[in-house]
């Protein structure tokens, strides 16, 4: 029997990042997308691992089931540290990639290439009844280039270059982010504590 893990996000291109990083291990991924019953958890957390404890203990508490919740975002070193827990609404509501994207460009345009460092952070909550909610944590160092390059992934990939690899998020593969990424690292750690528990 497939296993099944509960992922409370509802941004498509995590969800799509959760089900290839679980396939191997045998697990079904389910996101707030085929649950959409379930509605969305406010964010009013001031942290990364606020937020990310908010969404998981709020949807597991709905569901009575185990749930994974991810909180993430970008810090750029010359923004001192924004968007950050903004991340996702940088440009707006409307949480638009392409304007987020355009909005971080336009403030670093005087910014030299040296002074490009930023890194991506990734909180990952497990929740559930009868346990103690638990936080693993990953990030990825990189550099805003000037502008986007390839079209995987999702977010600010496009901008987001990683020297190790000479390629932008968004020009890897699927197997390549997850060997690198925040999310990989932090579901990383996650790891045994999810084969004990699901
Ligand atoms: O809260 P959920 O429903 O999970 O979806 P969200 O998109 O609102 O997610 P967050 O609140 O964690 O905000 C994270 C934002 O940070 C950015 N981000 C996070 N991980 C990223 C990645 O791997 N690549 C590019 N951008 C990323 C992207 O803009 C996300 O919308
Ligand atoms: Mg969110």
Redesign the pocket.
């Known amino acids: 029997m497939t296993k099944r893990v509960i992922?409370?996000?509802?941004?498509r291109?995590?969800a799509k990042?959760f089900q290839h990083m679980f396939a191997p291990y045998g697990y079904e991924v389910q996101t707030?997308l085929d649950l959409p019953h379930i509605e969305?958890?406010e964010?009013t957390g001031v942290t990364?691992e606020e937020?990310?404890i908010l969404?998981a203990e709020t949807v597991a508490r709905e569901l009575g089931e185990l749930v994974i919740?991810?909180?993430?975002?970008?810090a750029i070193d010359a923004l001192e540290g924004r968007?950050g827990?903004y991340?996702?609404?940088?440009a707006g509501e409307e949480?638009s990639?392409e304007a987020?994207m355009t909005k971080v460009l336009e403030e670093l345009e005087s910014v030299e290439e040296s002074d490009r460092t930023a890194r991506?952070h990734?909180v990952l909550a497990i929740a559930g009844p009868d346990m103690e909610t638990k936080t693993v944590t990953g990030s990825?160092e990189g550099m805003i280039l000037r502008e986007k390059r390839g079209t995987n992934?999702?977010?600010?990939?496009p901008i987001?270059f990683v020297p190790s690899l000479g390629k932008t998020?968004a020009e890897l593969t699927q197997d390549e982010?997850s060997q690198i990424?925040?999310?990989g690292h932090a579901l990383e750690k996650l790891g045994n504590m999810i084969s004990d528990l699901v």
Do not use: Q, W
């Not at 992922?7 to 941004?11: C, D, G, R, Y």
């Not at 991340?87 to 940088?90: I, P, V, W």
């Not at 992934?153 to 990939?157: I, L």
């Open positions: 992922i409370a996000t509802k941004n291109g995590k990042e707030l969305d958890v964010e990364f937020n990310a969404k919740a991810d909180d993430s975002g970008l968007p827990v991340s996702a609404r940088y949480k990639d987020n991506f990734c990825c992934g999702f977010g600010y990939d987001f998020m982010k990424s925040h999310r």
